[in-house]
């Protein structure tokens, strides 16, 4: 069966840091991969997807950007956090067959200090 | 343009009364449609899904309905209990447009016995 994994859970980090957030998918392959930030008390903001290796869509521009250096890895990140980058992240994948699901992380929660 | 609109809340019922929580949708075509559900701390969990019109999504005892006439997937459950407290998200994910889901904003439902 399919997993998506996600780490750190939570993370504290000063203004002006750099961040890496990770996720990895297993049990299949050549997934859509997608982040997500969730303000706190808020709905899902797409930040960036990527449908294939070295492939990345910007949704909103911002800090932090994206990459995927392997079929099933997506790394999130920043050079220098703001305070404005505090929030829920959530990382979601989805297979290529027509009408699949997204099936998200666990999240991770950031806060900036 | 593609976009999905939820129920505004909170929400609060009583244990075993009866839920709908309403979402619409604008879709270009003919998209599938999903509830998810979050519960606090966590990511969201696909709870059902209903790819064309008049299907019938159902799980856990919610079930939904895709209504192309009115545009709907209203969300309902005969007897809520205390854990199904959460956010619920709709969303519609559009064919041949891109790979991009489209989340309402979420609506919260708190359970109380």
């Known amino acids: 069966s399919q997993t998506i994994h996600q780490w750190p859970a939570t993370l504290v980090q000063p203004v002006g840091s750099p961040l890496s957030l990770e996720c990895t998918v297993e049990?299949?392959?050549?997934?859509?991969l997608y982040w997500y930030r969730q303000a706190a008390g808020r709905g899902l903001q797409l930040l960036f997807y990527?449908?294939?290796?070295?492939?990345i869509s910007s949704e909103v521009p911002q800090n932090l950007s994206a990459s995927r250096p392997q079929d099933r890895q997506f790394i999130l990140s920043s050079k220098k956090l703001l305070l404005s980058d505090s929030g829920f992240y959530l990382c979601a994948w989805r297979g290529q067959a027509h009408n699949q699901p997204q099936h998200f992380g666990d999240g991770t929660r950031l806060s900036i200090l | 343009g593609n976009s999905v609109t939820q129920m505004e809340g909170p929400v609060t019922l009583s244990e075993e009364a009866f839920l709908t929580i309403n979402c619409t949708y604008t879709?270009?075509?003919?998209?599938?449609l999903f509830w998810y559900v979050q519960y606090p701390g966590e990511g969201l969990q696909l709870l059902l899904k209903a790819t064309k019109a008049d299907d019938k999504g159902s799980n856990k005892g919610f079930e939904a309905t895709y209504r192309k006439e009115t545009t709907s997937f209203h969300l309902e459950k005969g007897s809520v209990q205390v854990s199904d407290s959460a956010v619920y998200f709709c969303a519609l994910y559009p064919p041949n447009t891109g790979n991009q889901f489209y989340f309402g904003t979420g609506t919260s439902l708190t359970v109380i016995p």
């Open positions: 879709a270009t075509g003919y998209p599938s």
């Open positions: 049990g299949t392959s050549n997934p859509n």
């Open positions: 990527s449908v294939g290796i070295g492939q």
